[in-house]
């Protein structure tokens, strides 16, 4: 076979090799007389400037023998989101990491990993040569991990609390103390000689509406939002401080731009769209599995631990997988190109290959009738399943009717009397029809029940038209032929027949994935039609199949030790979120509507299918003041200006604006593209200097919590008595000047009713640490002296004996020498079934996405999975106002290997991969003539941007690709003058083009937008309508 | 010279060893070894297939020697291949090849570059005049001119760490267990074992330079000639201010 192209990707840093080598030459022509010049001379005349091993072992003896100066202490990463459990080697004298690889006990780092009782000693021999253990337990840390702790010390880094000079984004700062910065912030006044700002004494009003004539947005205090990013172990801090102690509703991370839309699809089918549970593939014992929209091996979470067990099952046993996604990536390796396969499709029409896929599996009998046929848990459980839907169950299809869409009940057939509040409630059941085509509560029923059913039922008020819930997603995917779905995605019919073939040829071990790629203008439909695949193969808690994770050992709960959830005083908050996660029919604004004869559109989307989305905040909340305005918005390690596609374009003017917005409060350890707006930048800690309980999405099947724990002391500002300026230590002097319940001297209550203070981070997390140790069936042991000294928590003993009782110290030490509470490996799965099951049923139907309408069309949304193309707000398809012949062109997202959004500033990722080409395939690069290396313009309706080409086999064609985490304006790319002083020029930070400065707004709502899905309001990247052309090349 | 195509190739021409390949060093060179324990032969077996490019082993090399910036003791090439139409990625993990017959080890002028009883292949930093002589000898890019000392660089198998009886720092933390370091003298190692039953190969036999660092499911694409011209990604993006410019070593 012959190859017909060759491109070296991901790593470049080529270029100028044969210029560095003659400059290395000549130079030391001139220094012949031997030997490095003594002023460079390595610390050791072989491995240079290497410093010595954390410890050493004696091959013989197996004997440990620790480095003096060094430790190796267990903490989280915070390179992505996976948020890993790593192990830090650290020069104690010189408060600086040297090196960080992965915590042997640790599921995300290591596989199989260690025995939670392994004693730290033994867990070092365990990495090491030693009889090749090493081999075996090989905990590791990714590229990026390895990189992350240059973040540290970073010239970017800001370490003093900064009050902005001039207009926001004049990039000029002036240094406050920080009592000074807590008291601005709390008291407000005329703060930047622009008129008065109100401070969060004056905003914290819980009594007064902030609109009378609509008294469910709730009380002024929601004018206050804090945006957040992803909770790396701090968030119940966070929300203790804005949700239950001052009182905001406001409080929302950064899911609406990162994966909302697969977990609103999956949140569908999991019954809950709020929380959004999602389940992983267990790729330690899947045969087959199907990626769509996400690249195991090539990034994703858990990133390492999907690799791992990914390159071991192609290699050493017997997975098989393909990807669906518009991008070829490192999720495929040609070395075992029979176990690894890529397939090229259409952005953005994932719902049209599954739905085509699950048209094939009904046509051919190749569902899972008994896993679907039993109508309830019991019945599942006799029947030897792990888990069970409502595929049997009866909907109201009646057209016109009430109650049409709704699940037919128990009440509705006359078999019980419920009040009002009861009535469609948990004691209300489900109707279905026995083998005898009786109709018979779901509950009672102890076989299986029809699996298909459509026609009139008798009931007390008439003959009712019902269908099962499996009939109607039947249904939903005849609406197209194979052919018709192949014609939408670009996969041919015979491959979607083969993956739906290979999918179901496995019994339960196969398993259907989604993840980023679902951010599309369709994305909550595609990923609900992904999960509803594995909801046809009944895989859910199998072995092989799909798994829902062993869950963590919650810290900030009320006990067993400490009562970290509630607290006298606490507010609960009320109201309407600002992105209007409720159904629009219970607002005010709908009832006056209804009056006036009109009821929809309403003046922007509601998402009552949705969480809180951030998307909305920026846009129809903070530009047009929708359903209420902003007055002051905290941003926590957050970057939305960065993260939405189409935001900057929407809001940066209402954002720079103080009269739109009169206070901006970021606290980032870095000047991001968001905080570089802010009035006040306070400075937090990073990585392995912060506290923390932190928890794996999903992907593991025993429980697992990752410490997270100061082992070099912060580098941001000192205060008195040892404190550091960093999240905690600002929200809790705020709220002690601000006299707010839940902070301060008696603020943390025990079981036994003991009173304790809240008044440093230790306080609260080595006290959450308590309830970790004292989870489980029994509390950990105790940490022993050598596990404190050699795992480095010696350097906490003192707040552990000044924070923790007696009893309590030596176990959470135990805890933090470990780097979290692990559960042993072995206690995953009990048989085939899994330890940690999700117990309720899987919805084929969800009613409450089947009877939610659109608030702007006022129609009703399908309750299945189905294909629906991307469209905007009032439901017109997005090609038909942009359409192919103006922009032929899609741009996707693709996610980085080495690269994050905020770790751009780590200058040895960018060395090995200094900017992100755009990928355009190779015949539409012919046919515009276009070669590697070309200067581009892609337009979008949302603007335009330059870029570097790079002509790939592995691209879609019609797709052009753009890795995240690059085309930086912040974060070094820009130098900011803080107290006169210049930031470094390092202009190599905004290398590349950032495909969310070309995000485009939705052109059929009345007020500032961003393109976002129609239920999940998750932001759209996959997708995005674009033309694309060759620019001439520079004189 | 065109380095950047001499890296595109280095493939080419790949050919399986079995345990019966695995010759003795000359006998000067042998003579010549100095350091080390004889008792052992340091080798790697790399397992392309379960490479996922990842570029963990690339930083960690850098965090653990403080390699300095823009320069790689070892880098994981990472190609788009395309045959028949059809696209996929192919990873090669590159590093010093710790050759039984190194050819970086003759025109060495001072003595600088010498061979370990063990088998690593090392630069005495104080002895390296850094006359560029290797860098040019070595058929596998591995070795550069480090531009804070001056001197000859290149993978050392982290002999630091291996003599204190711990794992190069790539092997350590290799995500999807690619990299796998060991003795070749004991014959229950495991990469005795992988070199015995898994029929590895090494990149340019033909350069006679008996490499002791061996692949496993090296992709045959990366064996033949190359048709067409390889386009190689090169970024456009300026060097860094405080550092020489790019080059990918190893």
Redesign the interface.
């Known amino acids: 076979m012959s190859i017909t192209r060759r491109i070296l990707l991901k790593t470049s840093a080529a270029g100028g090799a044969l210029a560095a080598f003659a400059a290395g030459f000549s130079d030391t022509a001139r220094h012949l007389v031997g030997g490095a010049r003594a002023a460079d001379r390595p610390d050791d005349a072989i491995s240079g400037n290497a410093p010595p091993p954390e410890f050493r072992v004696d091959p013989a003896t197996g004997t440990v023998t620790p480095t003096p100066g060094q430790t190796v202490a267990n903490v989280a990463c915070l390179g992505c989101t996976t948020l890993c459990g790593v192990r830090v080697r650290v020069d104690t004298a010189a408060n600086r990491v040297l090196r960080v690889a992965g915590n042997p006990y640790s599921p995300l780092s290591t596989d199989p990993f260690l025995p939670y009782a392994t004693p730290i000693r033994e867990s070092f021999a365990s990495l090491t040569r030693l009889g090749e253990r090493g081999l075996q337990g090989r905990s590791t840390a990714c590229g990026r991990g390895n990189a992350a702790l240059e973040m540290l010390t970073s010239p970017f880094r800001v370490t003093t609390p900064l009050k902005r000079v001039g207009p926001r984004g004049s990039g000029r700062w002036e240094p406050i103390a920080f009592d000074r910065l807590v008291e601005e912030i709390a008291e407000g006044g005329d703060l930047f000689g622009e008129g008065p700002v109100d401070g969060l004494r004056g905003l914290r009003d819980l009594k007064t509406p902030i609109d009378p004539a609509a008294p469910e947005l709730g009380p002024q205090v929601n004018r206050v939002a804090l945006l957040s990013s992803v909770n790396d172990g701090r968030e119940p801090f966070v929300r203790r401080f804005f949700n239950q102690a001052l009182g905001t509703i406001n409080v929302v991370g950064h899911g609406a731009y990162c994966g909302g839309a697969y977990r609103s699809g999956s949140g569908a089918a999991f019954g809950d769209a709020k929380k959004m549970p999602h389940a992983k593939p267990d790729l330690r014992n899947a045969e087959f599995v199907l990626f769509i929209g996400t690249a195991p091996s090539n990034a994703g979470n858990p990133f390492k631990r999907q690799a791992m067990l990914l390159a071991r099952g192609r290699t050493d046993g017997v997975l098989n997988y393909v990807v669906v996604d518009p991008v070829l990536t490192n999720a495929d390796n040609r070395a075992t190109a029979d176990r690894a396969n890529w397939v090229p499709i259409r952005p953005g029409t994932d719902g049209a290959l599954v739905m085509g896929m699950m048209r094939w599996m009904f046509e051919n009998g190749r569902i899972d009738t008994r896993y679907l046929s039993q109508p309830n848990g019991a019945a599942a459980e006799a029947a030897g399943e792990a888990g069970w839907c409502n595929a049997t169950h009866l909907v109201i299809v009646q057209k016109g009717h009430p109650r049409e869409g709704r699940m037919l009940r128990a009440s509705d057939m006359g078999w019980v009397t419920l009040d009002e509040k009861e009535r469609y409630g948990d004691r209300d059941a489900f109707v279905v029809l026995a083998a005898d085509g009786a109709p018979v509560a779901h509950d009672a029923h102890g076989g299986a029940a029809a699996l298909f059913h459509d026609g009139a039922l008798e009931t007390p008020d008439g003959a009712l038209a019902v269908k099962t819930a499996l009939t109607l997603l039947r249904d939903e995917t005849m609406r197209l032929e194979l052919s018709g779905y192949a014609d939408v995605c670009g996969v041919p019919a015979d491959v979607i027949a083969g993956l739906a073939r290979e999918f179901t040829a496995h019994g339960k071990k196969a398993a259907a994935n989604a993840h980023g790629g679902m951010m599309a203008g369709n994305g909550f439909y595609n990923a609900f039609g992904v999960v509803t695949l594995n909801t046809l193969i009944g895989n859910l808690n199998h072995k092989g199949g799909t798994i829902f994770g062993g869950g963590r050992f919650p810290d900030e709960q009320d006990g067993p030790r400490y009562k970290l959830a509630s607290f006298p005083g606490q507010v609960k908050p009320s109201g309407i979120a600002i992105s209007r996660p409720v159904p629009y029919e219970r607002s005010g604004e709908f009832r006056a509507a209804r009056a006036a004869g009109r009821p929809y559109p309403a003046k922007a989307p509601w998402y009552p299918n949705a969480p809180q989305l951030t998307t909305e905040y920026l846009t129809s909340g903070l530009v047009d003041g929708y359903p209420y305005g902003l007055k002051a918005l905290f941003l926590w390690n957050s970057n939305p200006v960065y993260g939405i596609p189409g935001v900057r374009a929407a809001a940066e003017a209402a954002l720079r604006d103080p009269a739109t917005l009169p206070l901006i409060v970021a606290i980032d350890p870095f000047i991001n593209e968001s905080s570089a707006l802010a009035d006040y930048i306070v400075p937090d800690t990073v990585l392995y200097e912060t506290w923390g309980w932190a928890a794996p999405w999903a992907g593991v099947p025993t429980k697992t919590t990752t410490a997270r724990w100061p082992v070099v002391e912060a580098r941001t500002e000192r205060l008195p008595g040892g404190r550091h300026v960093q999240m905690e230590t600002f929200l809790i002097a705020l709220a002690m000047r601000l006299g707010l319940p839940g902070f301060g001297p008696d603020a943390i209550e025990d079981t036994e009713g003991n009173r304790h203070p809240l008044e440093r981070p230790e306080d609260w997390y080595l006290r959450g640490g308590a309830n970790v140790a004292w989870l489980g069936k029994q509390p950990v042991p105790d940490a022993t002296d050598e596990d404190i000294a050699l795992s480095g928590v010696a350097r906490l003993l003192p707040a552990l004996k000044a924070t923790l009782k007696d009893g309590e110290w030596r176990k959470v030490a135990f805890v933090l020498a470990r780097g979290g509470r692990y559960q042993d490996d072995g206690e995953g799965f009990a048989g085939d079934v899994a330890t940690h099951r999700f117990k309720d049923p899987l919805l084929v139907y969800n009613e409450a996405v089947g009877t939610a309408r659109s608030s702007i069309t006022g129609r009703r949304w399908t309750g299945t999975a189905t294909w629906m193309e991307p469209v905007f707000a009032d439901g017109t398809p997005v090609r038909r106002v942009h359409t192919p012949e103006d922009w032929p062109f899609q741009v996707v997202s693709a996610k980085s290997v080495l690269v994050s959004a905020y770790t751009i500033a780590a200058d040895r990722l960018r060395h090995l991969h200094p900017e992100n080409p755009v990928g355009i395939n190779a015949d539409d690069a012919r046919r515009l003539g276009i070669a590697t290396g070309d200067r581009i313009r892609i337009a979008t309706p949302g603007g335009s941007a330059t870029a570097t080409a790079i002509v790939r086999h592995g691209v879609m064609p019609g797709v052009l690709a753009v890795e995240h985490g690059f085309g930086h304006r912040e974060y070094g790319a820009r130098p900011h003058v803080i107290g006169g002083t210049r930031q470094p020029d390092v202009p190599e930070i905004g290398a590349g083009i950032n495909l969310n400065d070309l995000g485009i707004a939705d052109p059929t709502r009345a007020g500032a937008s961003v393109w976002v899905d129609p239920i999940a309001g998750s932001a759209v990247r996959q997708g995005i309508p674009a033309r694309l052309e060759r620019l001439a090349v520079p004189a | 010279?065109d380095?950047?195509r001499r890296?595109?190739c280095l493939g080419a021409g790949a050919a399986a060893v079995g345990a019966a390949a695995l010759a003795a060093p000359p006998a000067d060179a042998a003579a010549a070894r100095k350091g080390g324990d004889p008792a052992n032969r340091w080798a790697m077996v790399v397992?392309?297939?379960?490479?996922?490019?990842?570029?963990?082993c690339?930083?960690?090399c850098?965090?653990?020697?403080?390699v300095p910036?823009?320069s790689?003791r070892t880098?994981?090439?990472?190609?788009?291949?395309?045959?028949?139409?059809?696209?996929?990625?192919?990873?090669l993990p590159r590093l010093c090849n710790h050759c039984e017959d190194a050819p970086c080890l003759p025109v060495c002028p001072?003595g600088a570059t010498f061979q370990r009883r063990d088998g690593i292949v090392?630069?005495?930093?104080?002895?390296?005049?850094?006359?560029?002589y290797c860098?040019q000898a070595c058929p596998y890019d591995a070795r550069?001119?480090?531009?804070?000392?001056?001197?000859a660089?290149k993978c050392?198998f982290?002999?630091?760490?291996?003599d204190?009886?711990?794992?190069p720092?790539c092997?350590?933390?290799?995500?999807?267990?690619?990299r796998?370091?060991?003795d070749l003298n004991d014959p229950g190692?495991?990469v005795s074992r992988l070199v015995r039953t898994q029929a590895p190969k090494v990149l340019k036999p033909g350069q006679g330079t008996d490499p002791r660092v061996f692949y496993i499911?090296?992709?045959?694409?990366l064996e033949?000639k190359?048709?067409?011209t390889?386009?190689?990604?090169?970024?456009?993006?300026?060097?860094?201010?405080h550092?020489?410019?790019?080059?990918?070593h190893a």
């Open positions: 010279m380095r950047s890296n595109f397992d392309v297939r379960k490479c996922v490019g990842c570029q963990a690339t930083v960690a850098i965090m653990e020697n403080a910036a823009n790689f880098i994981v090439s990472t190609y788009e291949v395309t045959e028949g139409g059809r696209a996929g990625t192919a990873m001072t090392v630069v005495d930093n104080t002895v390296c005049v850094g006359c560029g860098v550069f001119i480090n531009h804070e000392t001056r001197t660089d050392t982290c002999v630091h760490r291996v204190a009886g711990l794992l720092a092997v350590e933390t290799c995500v999807g267990g690619a796998i370091f060991g190692s495991t499911g090296l992709d045959p694409n033949g190359v048709e067409g390889p386009t190689l990604w090169r970024p456009s993006a300026r060097p860094h201010a550092a020489p410019a790019a080059k990918e």
